[in-house]
């Protein structure tokens, strides 16, 4: 069983139906809960369940982030990153006047990286620069802005009839000292 908590919200799962009734049993008798059912949107996540298994998108962000930044009829692309873009620090191209907005925009699309691996390399890569970017790494962040046009539903298919066992290790006390 795993519950997911996120300030009031709370997600409950586990290969047990009777379990997660407990649970919800449990929780009604010590706080008010309102039982949504199935989940279908968590934090800007659109869960589509089937029997062949879970597909995780965030096709509703994406097409925010586009609307927001004016990129919503820009003409798509391919791919995120021309292969032969050598993005430096130092470039001579003009320093932003808004480093803000290049910060932020750059943060939604990491936050994107969730369900979207193939943006993962780009926008960490373009992350590399949120301290100074510059013209050149306003650039990349549009053509990343223009690929997302092309594939804003692209996300996650979780099978279900898949084998693999996710193993996760925490050390929450690691900086306690006695």
Not at 9 to 15: E, G, H, K
Not at 110 to 124: F, K, N
Not at 142 to 169: I, M, W
Request: overall charge positive; hydrophobic content about 45%; glycine content about 4%.
């Amino acid at each position: 069983m795993a519950l997911l908590i996120y300030v009031d919200d709370v997600i409950i799962t586990s290969n047990a139906l009777a379990e997660i009734t407990v649970v919800k049993q449990f929780l009604r008798a010590s706080i008010l809960v309102k039982d949504l059912g199935e989940l279908k949107y968590f934090l800007g996540i659109e869960i589509a369940r089937s029997a062949k298994g879970i597909v995780l998108c965030q096709r509703k962000y994406a097409l925010d982030v586009l609307t927001d930044n004016g990129f919503y009829g820009a003409k798509p692309i391919s791919f995120p990153m021309d292969s032969t873009l050598k993005l430096i620090a130092d470039d001579l191209s003009l320093l932003l006047s808004d480093l803000a907005s290049y910060r932020r925009l750059v943060g939604r699309l990491l936050y994107l990286t969730i369900t979207r691996p193939d943006l993962s390399y780009a926008v960490q890569a373009l992350s590399q620069f949120m301290s100074n970017p510059r013209a050149m790494h306003l650039q990349a962040v549009e053509r990343v802005l223009r690929y997302l046009k092309a594939t804003p539903c692209q996300g996650l298919f979780l099978k279900a009839d898949s084998n693999l066992h996710l193993k996760a290790y925490s050390d929450s006390d690691w900086g306690w000292l006695p």
